[in-house]
């Protein structure tokens, strides 16, 4: 446990003097300023109003920058340590494998969640000067969603990392993956089910095997519970979960899926040749 909190401090320090990091940290605190700035607190939306207005578009602003952030900075650290013949110093010392790959993890994992957790925060404190309620129902499980969002794509990221040889090849494939994400949400469904070639049943299934649309719908249902918005593929989704049901599958599949690839990439890190 101390050399995997010791590989994780070493992390945090590291990525708090990268630039990525500054960036990072500004565009999420940046985006939450311009949002109090535009007196987005004071529109109506489906007769949501104040806070809770202004952190639907957050969450929703989040789920397009976050992961292509999470997939490009963490693929280059194992593929970046590659090549930087960090593992021919790294086996000189006693620090194990797991130990090394889990802190870096850790690390990043704090780094990646804090800023945009912090954004929060800071609109909930400006909402409690100005004297605008708090819809604490909405920021505890929005800050749960995007906690299991950061482990997910971390989680992803580190197993293209732990596959790719260069730092290139690594970015390149982050870059896809995101991609592929995107391309994958309601545009593809709506053209597989107008198409009628599979059930609606099963294009909505596949639709939710993509983390990205199991947070974009998460979100939604915060303040559309009936998903109204989504059209007929709101049946299948409620028939199939219910609207509790699917609040819990949004928070527990993104986390088991980044595990599961971060533990893949583990095993393929552990028997691949690291130099």
Do not use: H
């Not at 620090?95 to 990043?108: D, M, N």
């Not at 249902?221 to 609207?243: H, K, N, R, T, W």
């Amino acid at each position: 446990m101390k050399q995997l909190w010791l590989t994780a401090k070493l992390d945090i320090v590291e990525s708090l003097r990268a630039r990525w990091f500054l960036i990072y940290t500004l565009v999420f605190g940046g985006i939450v300023a311009l949002l109090f700035l535009f007196g987005l607190t004071e529109s109506r939306v489906l007769g949501f109003i104040g806070l809770s207005r202004l952190l639907v578009t957050y969450i929703q602003l989040t789920m397009a920058i976050l992961p292509i952030f999470v997939l490009i900075t963490t693929v280059r650290s194992v593929a970046g340590d590659r090549e930087a013949g960090v593992y021919e110093y790294l086996l000189s010392l006693p620090v194990s494998l797991a130990a090394w790959f889990w802190g870096k993890i850790l690390g990043r994992y704090i780094v990646i969640f804090l800023p945009v957790f912090g954004a929060m925060v800071m609109a909930v404190l400006i909402a409690m000067v100005k004297g605008i309620e708090v819809p604490w129902a909405i920021f505890s499980y929005y800050t749960a969603l995007l906690a299991v969002m950061a482990a997910c794509f971390l989680g992803i990221g580190m197993l293209i990392s732990s596959l790719a040889r260069t730092t290139d090849m690594a970015q390149g494939a982050a870059f896809l993956v995101w991609l592929t994400f995107l391309l994958f949400l309601d545009l593809i469904l709506l053209g597989v089910m107008i198409q009628g070639k599979i059930s609606p049943e099963l294009a909505v299934t596949l639709a939710l095997a993509n983390p990205l649309q199991v947070f974009r719908t998460a979100a939604l249902a915060m303040f559309d519970p009936q998903l109204i918005v989504l059209g007929p593929s709101a049946y299948v989704i409620l028939d199939l979960f219910g609207a509790f049901g699917y609040k819990v599958f949004a928070l527990a599949y993104p986390l088991v899926l980044g595990v599961v690839a971060a533990f893949t990439g583990f095993v393929l890190f552990r028997r691949g040749d690291l130099p």
